[in-house]
């Protein structure tokens, strides 16, 4: 590591040991910084100063970093959003807990920062009454508890049973349309997306298709292709439609206001494909 990598670290380290609000925005910096060794003693750090006002400006980031292609950036991530302990943290770390692959350590972290921020949201509902999530009506303590393992949110159980009837038909949907094999054997929903997976493929850039655990601020979005190891999310957005248009212009939207790396592709710019995505995967 070179001298000014290693000044980045030792900076990290003594922010997290002072455990001050005011080095967040610093933080989320070098938690952006190219060598793993600096990024997990920022996310190291930002654990560090959970409680602490402002602290919920991280959580966005830290899931980010569950994501890393670096297993120990993933664990220190982990830790932090396990002592932060806010439930928007959740998705991300079933997403982890879900993946069959990576260091036994990781899982474990995983693991237990779920149960630390589960028995944490569970004591809170102890003490008083909840309000649902959709229609503002209280909630029963077993309401809860089942909104919330399958949700993540808190519904009553008329809505409850709205929203299982809503997400089920939407992904039985989106499954009809997946009809096209990638060259890789990915099953796209369209001819642009094949190429986009094609292309990917033939670079040898690792992507995840259409995945449902990518969370933006507490929302589960499904982005079309999410790429790792750059924290790129490419979205085609091949219809002309009303009610489509709406939807991606809301989906953009959220990408914008939470600082992501978006590329929106539409079917006239296939035959730039190269040079569009070229300059987000160097």
Same mark, same amino acid.
């Given at each position: +590591?070179?001298?000014?990598?290693e000044q980045? #670290?030792r900076?990290? @380290?003594?922010?997290g040991?002072?455990?001050?609000?005011?080095?967040?925005?610093?933080l989320?910096e070098?938690?952006?910084h190219? %060598?793993?060794?600096?990024r997990? /003693?920022?996310?190291?750090?930002?654990g560090?100063l959970s409680?602490c006002?402002?602290?919920r400006?991280?959580?966005?980031r830290?899931?980010?970093?569950t #994501?890393?292609?670096?297993?120990?950036?993933r664990?220190?991530a982990i830790?932090a959003?396990? !002592?932060i302990g806010e439930?928007a943290?959740?998705?991300?770390l079933?997403? @982890?807990?879900?993946?069959p692959a990576?260091p036994?350590?990781v899982? /474990?972290?995983?693991? !237990?920062?779920?149960?630390?921020i589960?028995?944490?949201?569970?004591? !809170?509902?102890e003490f008083?009454? @909840?309000a649902?999530?959709r229609?503002?009506s209280e909630t029963?303590?077993?309401?809860?508890?089942l909104?919330e393992? %399958?949700f993540? !949110?808190?519904?009553?159980?008329?809505c409850f049973?709205?929203?299982?009837?809503e #997400?089920r038909?939407?992904?039985?949907?989106v499954q009809n349309q997946?009809?096209i094999?990638a060259?890789?054997?990915?099953v796209v929903?369209?001819?642009?997306?094949?190429r986009?997976a094609d292309?990917?493929a033939?670079?040898?850039?690792?992507?995840?298709y259409?995945?449902k655990f990518?969370?933006i %601020?507490?929302?589960?979005?499904?982005?079309?292709f999410?790429?790792?190891?750059?924290d790129?999310y490419?979205?085609?957005?091949?219809?002309?439609t009303?009610?489509?248009?709406i939807g +991606?212009?809301l989906k953009q939207k959220?990408?914008q %206001?939470?600082?992501k790396k978006?590329?929106?592709l539409y079917?006239?710019? +296939?035959?730039q494909?190269?040079?569009?995505l070229s300059e987000f995967?160097r």
């Amino acid at each position: +590591m070179q001298v000014e990598d290693e000044q980045a #670290r030792r900076r990290a @380290v003594t922010l997290g040991d002072a455990g001050e609000a005011a080095a967040i925005g610093e933080l989320l910096e070098l938690s952006r910084h190219t %060598q793993p060794a600096v990024r997990r /003693a920022a996310a190291s750090a930002l654990g560090k100063l959970s409680p602490c006002e402002g602290i919920r400006a991280a959580l966005p980031r830290l899931c980010d970093l569950t #994501r890393d292609e670096h297993p120990q950036v993933r664990q220190y991530a982990i830790v932090a959003l396990g !002592r932060i302990g806010e439930e928007a943290a959740l998705p991300a770390l079933r997403d @982890v807990a879900n993946r069959p692959a990576g260091p036994d350590y990781v899982l /474990a972290a995983a693991l !237990r920062a779920i149960e630390l921020i589960e028995a944490a949201a569970q004591a !809170r509902t102890e003490f008083g009454p @909840v309000a649902c999530s959709r229609c503002g009506s209280e909630t029963t303590a077993a309401d809860r508890k089942l909104s919330e393992s %399958q949700f993540q !949110r808190v519904y009553c159980h008329t809505c409850f049973d709205a929203v299982f009837i809503e #997400r089920r038909n939407f992904d039985m949907k989106v499954q009809n349309q997946k009809t096209i094999l990638a060259t890789d054997r990915t099953v796209v929903q369209s001819q642009g997306e094949r190429r986009i997976a094609d292309w990917l493929a033939a670079h040898k850039i690792a992507y995840r298709y259409d995945d449902k655990f990518q969370i933006i %601020q507490g929302f589960a979005v499904r982005p079309d292709f999410y790429l790792p190891r750059y924290d790129v999310y490419i979205e085609y957005w091949g219809l002309d439609t009303t009610d489509y248009k709406i939807g +991606m212009l809301l989906k953009q939207k959220l990408y914008q %206001q939470e600082g992501k790396k978006l590329v929106s592709l539409y079917p006239a710019d +296939m035959a730039q494909l190269d040079a569009k995505l070229s300059e987000f995967v160097r």
